[in-house]
């Protein structure tokens, strides 16, 4: 598995909540902060981050989120909001309007997507899809620190994009069995997608987590380094795999990553140890020999220092809080 797959699978990504908007100029619909909703949005999950994206499916708009140039949209387009920023989508830059909280929730019924109807009838339409998706940040989400706050697709509403988005659309509005997990599935298949392009076309002098994936040296350790994370990993052997001398490597891995590789070992480790804590029923021991740790006593160390918690405390926190 290479490392982005193996990250989205660890974050536990997850998404199945659309708005299909229909608007009539003037609007204005401001999306609020991510952690403020994501609990009501995705119950039962346990994720902490909200990822937004939108499609303009016809008219025009402006998006618009705090330190940022605003964005014109145009039909075809899509935006991503990875870091769960609140953002406004309207008819003109400056617009501001109070969300409306209560939308922000799984509807009772589990009826998706939620139709709304915003602006004065009469006026320039626009249509647009709302989606989102949620995730772990925490222990530690590589592929987050990496993201920025704003990605947009220009006019990809013809090409596998939008047709994602269509199926997506059209599964919503069915009573077909299974349709909820096809609908997060599409999801987490549309945000894939944008995270690929957006890898495909960083500046060859761009340094970040993405970027090292595609370095060929610091790749290579990456790739070792998630294939066989439990392995007694040392700066020596990871310096082999990516075929640098120890202080080249280590240089170049901080320069991509942010990070010495054995701190991004460790934290990654225990990003896997609370996937494995949160979703099994395997002994805090079983967890510790999983990623790489000898001793449960160790393992115990490691993580409530990463994580602030001992792993028993932290998986009986995560259990009892999903069942209230």
């Known amino acids: 598995m290479d490392a982005l797959s193996d990250v989205l699978r660890a974050v536990r990504l997850t998404g199945a909540f ?10 204005c619909a401001e999306t609020p902060l991510g952690k403020s909703v994501v609990g009501a949005m995705f119950p ?28 014109r949209l145009e039909a075809g ?43 004065n009838a009469g006026g320039e339409p626009a249509h647009f899809v709302c989606g989102f998706l949620a995730c772990d940040s925490r222990p530690y989400n590589p592929l987050l620190t990496a993201l920025p706050r704003v990605i947009v697709v220009k006019n990809h509403a013809g090409g596998p994009l939008g047709a994602y988005f269509s199926a997506a659309l059209a599964e919503s509005k069915g009573s077909r069995m299974g349709g909820s997990d096809m609908l997060g599935r599409i999801s987490e298949l549309m945000f894939v997608d944008v995270v690929r392009r957006h890898l495909e076309a960083l500046p060859s002098d761009r340094t970040n987590w993405l970027s090292g994936l595609r370095d060929q040296y610091v790749g290579r350790a990456l790739m070792a380094l998630h294939a066989d994370p439990s392995r007694d990993w040392t700066l020596e052997a990871l310096a082999g795999e990516a075929a640098l001398s120890r202080s080249a490597f280590a240089e170049r891995f901080v320069q991509y990553v942010g990070q010495p590789p054995m701190q991004y070992l460790t934290n990654w480790r225990m990003q896997l140890a609370a996937h494995y804590l949160r979703s099994g029923t395997e002994s805090v021991a079983a967890v510790a020999g999983r990623v790489g740790y000898e001793s449960e006593a160790a393992f115990s160390r490691a993580f409530k220092k990463v994580v602030g918690s001992p792993p028993s405390e932290w998986r009986e926190m995560r259990v009892s809080g999903r069942a209230a």
């Open 77 to 119: 387009d899509i935006i991503v909001l990875p870091q769960g920023d609140t953002h406004v989508l309207a008819t003109q830059p400056g617009m501001r309007k109070s969300p409306e909280m209560s939308l922000y929730r799984m509807p009772k019924e589990g009826t998706l997507p939620v139709q709304i109807s915003v602006g």
């Open 44 to 71: 039962d999950t346990g994720a902490d981050h909200l990822i937004s994206y939108h499609l303009l499916i016809a008219g025009t708009c402006w998006a618009t989120l705090d330190g940022e140039e605003p964005i």
């Open 18 to 27: 659309f708005f299909d908007v229909q608007a009539c100029a003037p609007w």
